[in-house]
Every structure is written in C-alpha cells, then in structure tokens.
C-alpha cells in the first residue's frame, strides 16, 4: 500500500511555543486540531492529497496539544509518512482484510485514547470545527466530560501568516520548482502544441528535478481562454501570437509555491504586448513597494491603478495577491477590505492581470519576502525571460 514519501526534518521551530501562547491568551488548555494546513505547521506531515480523501482514513491527521506535548494521530497507512514529525504519534487501522473496514470508529477509540491518557486540566479545550468530522466531534466531546470546546478556526491562520526560518526554506524549495516549471513552459512552448502536451512537458520536468509526484494546482489557458482568467489544460491547440497563462501551484514538503506567467507563442497583437507590459510595470511598483508596517490593501490599489492605465474593456476581477505556507492561501489577503500589515516574515504572492475580451489575457506573479527592513524577491521566473517564445 502505496504511503506519502517522507523526509526526515525537524518540524517548523516555534509553532508549538506560538500555539501554546495563543492558548493561554484564551485560558483554553488543550487543542483539538484537525486542518491539513495546521498539522504541517505544527508537525510538518503533510497529507497525501492528489487522490482526495481516501476511504483508508478516518478523517484527516489529528493533532491533541496540551501542555506543551503533541501528539499525532494518523491512520497506519500514514505511519512511515508521520516519521518527519519527531514528537509522539499515534497509531490507527485503517485498511483491514479480516474485519470490514472501520476506519472512523478506530480514530475515535485512538483519539478518546489520547485524550483520556492526557488527565485534561478541567479547562476548556481549543478544537478546529471546521474539519473534523462529526463521529470524532462526539468522541471529543464525550471524552473532555464537562470541558467545553471552542471552535479556533478563525485564529490559526492568523498564528501561520509570520512564518520561521525553516518554513522559508521549504517556500523557497517549493518556488526553485515553480521556477523549473516555467523553463520548462518556455522551452517547450511553440504554436500548434496542445495545453494539455505543454502541461504534460512541464509536469515531467518538475517531477524529475523532485524526484517524484508532487501535487499541483495549475491554469493553463492560452488564445481567448486566457481571458477567462484562468482554467485547467485543455486539448485545445496554441495558436501562433498567443498568450499563454500558466500559473503554477506546486507543494513540497508541506509547503506551498505559487507564480504566473505569461509566454507568447510567437510576436502578440499590439494589445496583448502592451497588456503584458502594464501589468509587468504593476508588478514591479507593487513589489519595490513591499516593507514590514504597509497596510496590505494599499498594494491592491497600487497594482489596480496600475492595471487601470490599460483602459478600454479589460478587466482584474481577482485578488492581488496572498500568502503562502502550509496551505496556498494563507493569510494576508491582498484585497480591498485587508487593513491589516505586513510584518517580517511574511511570504506573499503579488499578481496583477490584465484580460482582455475576446482577445487574450495576462497574468504575472511573484512571491515576496517581507524582512525586517524591507522585501526580498523569492520568485525568479520572470526575471529571465524573454515572454516571447516558440
């Protein structure tokens, strides 16, 4: 049975001492977790996911926090995968041959297990509601007695939007693959190939230099459909002069990269190269604009009143731009209604695009650093060039 591959690693530094103190805040003395993107912050197993749920699994990874131990819960067939995290694991049977398959009811004896085991302080407990399934919710709520449980949904991805050291390097391992992929779009691009082909020569190129499967979430839209923002590969074949958007969401080791670009299959209509140049001098402005205090909305009207210039029926119905981590979009938005700041160590997506109606479109996206003193540049895509390829 086939199992997630693992990397030996130490966990993100600090997210453990980051929880505990947001749990104390709110005087809650344990924590029920249950969101993919949490357990990799907390713990670095990251959950096989191309497959979708699988019937093996009863619900996804668990994480039971209390005085400052984790433990992780996992199906057996996760085991060797859970072996990143050098806390405590536990154990369930997932897939069984001589019995039906139960893999639900053996989580929950398995969790009211480690809850039981951990003499609850009589406080009440943290849980992600969210995405925990019912049957467990019951076991939780049975085994805490009389605690109450507090849904902390809406907090967490505010404790994962700084991110340490160590989840910085695994951003930029991630991103060193997106930047392979848009090579790999550049030298396999030419007019009369197929969206599907060009993603098939891309995919190929990321998964040798990984030396294996990694999950992706990707447009690849060329001619009038790359005015529909975006879209999987079709058979549809790439015609002489257009643009070609291929935005790239690549995870490795828990942790996500995301950038767009723009390549031409050929010299574009006039229209489509001033497009790609508007939103290249968006870009840039947004990016030397990025330093640790800005209020995030301000770099979404920078890069609307930059896109604006185009004119005439194009339109940017999208956000600017997002965080990266443990999930593709974490936090902060870059939006209109975001008043929050940026802060040192916060790793975000800027991308402005320009679509045109019946034309084409344009996309162009780079991840960003925030330091202490300013911004750094991750992504190196775009830097290379030239847009204009096949």
């Not at 950038?259 to 402005?285: C, I, K, N, S």
């Amino acid at each position: 049975m086939a199992t997630t591959p693992a990397r030996r690693e130490p966990h993100p530094e600090g997210a453990p001492a980051r929880l505990e103190a947001f749990l104390e805040s709110r005087s809650l003395g344990a924590a029920l977790l249950s969101n993919p993107g949490t357990i990799t912050w907390l713990t670095g197993y990251s959950a096989p996911i191309e497959s979708g749920p699988s019937p093996f699994d009863g619900g996804p990874a668990l994480a039971w926090v209390q005085g400052g131990r984790v433990t992780l819960i996992v199906s057996d067939a996760e085991r060797a995968a859970a072996d990143v995290f050098e806390g405590h694991v536990e154990e369930y049977a997932g897939y069984t041959l001589d019995a039906p398959i139960d893999a639900f009811r053996h989580a929950g004896d398995v969790l009211a297990s480690v809850i039981a085991g951990a003499r609850g302080s009589g406080r009440d407990a943290a849980i992600e509601l969210d995405t925990l399934p019912g049957s467990l919710l019951r076991v939780a709520e049975r085994a805490l007695g009389g605690s109450r449980l507090i849904a902390i949904d809406d907090d967490l991805p505010a404790l994962r939007a700084v991110k340490s050291p160590a989840e910085i390097a695994r951003i930029r391992a991630a991103l060193e693959l997106c930047d392979i992929a848009h090579g790999a779009a550049r030298s396999g691009l030419r007019a009369g190939i197929t969206e599907i082909d060009l993603w098939n020569h891309v995919r190929a190129a990321v998964e040798r230099a990984a030396g294996g499967r990694i999950p992706a979430l990707v447009d690849v839209v060329a001619g009038s459909r790359a005015a529909e923002i975006g879209g999987p590969p079709t058979d549809r074949p790439i015609g002489r002069g257009d643009a070609v958007i291929l935005d790239v969401v690549l995870r490795r080791d828990g942790y996500w990269g995301d950038t767009a670009a723009t390549w031409f299959a050929g010299e574009p209509v006039a229209e489509l190269r001033r497009a790609y140049d508007t939103a290249r001098t968006a870009l840039r402005r947004a990016v030397a604009t990025v330093r640790p205090g800005l209020e995030v909305r301000a770099l979404d009207v920078l890069l609307r009143s930059e896109t604006a210039t185009f004119g005439g029926s194009a339109s940017y119905p999208h956000h600017s731009g997002h965080g990266i981590g443990t999930t593709y979009h974490d936090p902060p938005r870059i939006v209109p209604y975001d008043t929050g700041r940026l802060a040192p160590g916060m790793v975000i997506t800027l991308e402005p695009g320009v679509y045109i109606p019946g034309i084409g479109g344009v996309r162009l996206e780079d991840v960003v650093l925030v330091t202490d003193d300013g911004s750094e540049l991750l992504s190196r895509h775009l830097v290379e060039g030239p847009e204009v390829v096949g």
